[in-house]
């Protein structure tokens, strides 16, 4: 029913949460697609190619890679600035940090030592170009369609590491792993900072119709709640779970006898997996009960797994275990920024958000450290993957402890 305006006429509908939100969603996106994630996912094909120049081995270069740890120290930072600068202004400042780190690693890292820097470095700075500052004005802006519309931002990574991953490699073969990196400087500067400044609107306003949030008045005392070490703890499980993966897709594809190119096409394989747990879990966020859909989304790709311990030498098989596994870190990014926003509310949203992202990057860091590891010590990759098995039931099962309260019927503000 139409509301009724103050001279006894029909007031106007109210228009959709899209109509300036669209651009935020594409700005965001685009922003997130081309930030520090991108090295993040496609970082496997970087592994050989190092460990050949260096001199050491994989899981060396693993461990190395853990450094980006150091965005567990970022992340609180990074997030506290985000409240209180807006997601702009912080987007740009980091962003042009990471681009600038990656070209001096260019320029001058020749020993483990630098390697090991320039990546702390980027772990450091670079959780200012992820989810933790992207989904920020998103969550101010949506609240009947925010499920959906963190499932597109969170899309925009997905496409990135579907399209980057073969001219990444053909960039490589040519320059070596210096031109890659290289290439992925002159993305993030090219295009996530153009969209940030000139699609993002100069005001992201709340959202045009508002759904009262219940958790609205969270006060910044969040580390003592349950529920926050909840999604804290299963979000550091699911990481070690499928992490450590990422960083070792490529070479993991291999040892199963298949050669470099499909481990390339594994990471796309990987990505699209990644886009459909995004696109989806944001639809059925929004539609059904949250925590539902997170133990589903968390539990499914353990086929993943499942398929490369069963498999071997079959590429198709090998392809649909890295989409299965990337179904579960596409659909993370959803479940915690949906989760967060609608427990905590958003006064808070980067400092909260931050804490839990730092946290998680211990299971991320124990997860690339640990399997890469393990397969010096065994020469294969399977008990990793009967851990991470676990580590995806753990994960579920805390979920499903959280409690969110419930959204109240739709009003006009």
């Known amino acids: 029913m139409n509301a009724i305006a ?14 300036e939100g669209w651009r935020i969603v594409l700005a965001c996106a685009l922003a997130s697609g081309t930030g520090i994630v991108l090295l993040f996912f496609s970082f496997s094909l970087f592994v050989l190619p190092m460990a050949k120049e260096l001199g050491v081995t994989r899981g060396t270069i693993g461990t190395i890679q853990s450094l980006v740890i150091s965005g567990a120290l970022g992340a609180p930072v990074i997030g506290w600035l985000a409240d209180r600068y807006g997601f702009r202004p912080v987007f740009t400042v980091c962003t042009v940090l990471v681009a600038a780190i990656e070209l001096i690693m260019v320029q001058f890292v020749t020993t483990l030592t630098g390697l090991g820097i320039g990546i702390f470095l980027l772990g450091f700075v670079g959780m200012g170009t992820t989810a933790l500052t992207t989904t920020r004005p998103v969550n101010a802006h949506f609240h009947l369609h925010r499920g959906k519309a963190l499932g597109l931002v969170a899309a925009g990574v997905s496409i990135t590491t579907i399209l980057a991953p073969p001219p990444l490699q053909a960039v490589m073969e040519v320059y070596g792993w210096r031109g890659g990196i290289a290439a992925l400087a002159a993305l993030s500067m090219l295009v996530g ?6 699609l993002l609107p100069d005001r992201v ?12 008045k969270t006060k910044p005392g969040f580390l003592k709640e349950r529920h926050f070490w909840l999604l804290a703890i299963a979000g550091a499980f699911i990481g070690a779970a499928t992490s450590g993966f990422v960083s070792q897709l490529s070479p993991m594809i291999q040892t199963e006898g298949l050669d470099v190119a499909t481990g390339a096409l594994a990471l796309s394989a990987f990505a699209l997996g990644q886009l459909t747990g995004r696109l989806g879990g944001g639809l059925l966020l929004d ?7 997170a133990v589903t989304l968390i539990l499914a790709p353990g086929s993943g797994f499942v398929l490369l311990l069963l498999t071997d030498q079959m590429p198709l098989a090998a392809l649909l275990a890295a989409a299965m596994i990337g179904l579960v870190q596409g659909a993370e990014l959803d ?6 926003a609608r427990r905590f509310g958003l006064a808070h949203y980067g400092s909260i958000y931050g804490a839990l992202l730092g946290l998680g990057w211990i299971g991320n860091a124990a997860g690339i450290i640990g399997v890469g590891l393990l397969h010096d010590r065994f020469g294969s990759y399977d008990l990793a993957q009967m851990l991470a098995l676990g580590g995806l039931a753990i994960g579920a099962a805390l979920i499903s402890g959280i409690r969110l309260p419930p959204l109240e019927p739709r009003t006009s503000h």
């Open 335 to 340: 479940i915690n920024a949906y989760f967060v």
């Open 205 to 216: 306003a709340g959202p045009v119709v508002r759904v009262p949030d219940a958790a609205s």
């Open 287 to 293: 539609r059904f009960d949250p925590r539902l859909v």
């Open 193 to 198: 900072i153009p969209v940030a400044q000139f």
């Open 6 to 19: 103050a001279d006894g006429g029909a007031a106007p509908p109210e228009p959709s949460e899209w109509t």
